[in-house]
């Protein structure tokens, strides 16, 4: 399994900017970084993914370190619906096999 | 509307009664995937299919089956349930990189 690490938990208010860490150290040059979250009682959704380059979507910005063994995702003004678990996942296989892991649970005050 | 439908929602059984979780998705994927979530396990990979009878076990495929005959159905079949299947699972189809997940499977083996 290509290994992800994140924090357990982090806190985040309303309207405010969270940068979501996630190391990959053991990355290789082929891999792509991809975030998914959960929100409480569904199934996971997709958020991101990229290769080398700093990505955006109308989610989600992903800034990659150059030497890719980190990511950030940001979220540039959290919601109260942005309060879900964050996955930092490097599929394997093509994009055939995911390991999820423990992922980041993010709580957004009011 | 595009989606992934997974029946029944909730199940309740006993040991050994064989049983079938369906997934169907109307979104002409050619990717399916099943993962089971367990609470401080995070979502763990059962199976994926990369097209009509092509498929290949993930991390803990041990107790499922699967079949890919056509499409849009990836059903989950256990043969012999045990109570450490006892789990919340999710269905899933791909499009190049992103994974649209079911509501989740809710079942519980006594």
């Known amino acids: 399994d290509a290994k992800t690490t994140q924090p357990n938990s982090m806190e985040s208010n309303e309207e405010e900017p969270v940068h979501l860490p996630c190391n990959h150290s053991?990355?290789?040059?082929?891999?792509?970084i991809h975030w998914y979250r959960q929100l409480p009682s569904q199934g996971p959704e997709y958020v991101i993914h990229?290769?080398?380059s700093n990505v955006n979507n109308r989610m989600a910005s992903l800034a990659i370190a150059e030497d890719r063994k980190s990511s950030t995702l940001i979220l540039h003004r959290a919601t109260l619906r942005d309060a879900a678990v964050y996955y930092c996942?490097?599929?394997?296989?093509?994009?055939?096999?995911?390991?999820f892991g423990s992922g980041t649970k993010l709580n957004v005050k009011p | 509307e595009a989606q992934v439908t997974q029946n029944p929602r909730y199940l309740i059984t006993v040991t050994g009664k064989k049983l079938t979780v369906t997934c169907s998705q109307n979104?002409?994927?050619?990717?399916m995937s099943w993962y089971r979530q367990d609470p401080g396990l995070g979502l763990r990979q059962i199976y994926y299919s990369m097209n009509v009878e092509v498929t290949d076990k993930g991390d803990v495929p041990e107790g499922y089956k699967v079949s890919r005959k056509e499409k849009r159905n990836f059903p989950l079949i256990l043969e012999s349930p045990s109570p450490n299947q006892t789990s919340l699972y999710f269905c899933a189809s791909r499009l190049d990189s992103e994974q649209y997940f079911g509501p989740g499977t809710r079942l519980t083996v006594t």
């Open positions: 979104m002409n994927h050619e990717y």
């Open positions: 996942i490097l599929p394997e296989y093509n994009f055939n096999k995911f390991y």
């Open positions: 990229g290769l080398t």
């Open positions: 053991t990355i290789s040059g082929t891999d792509y």
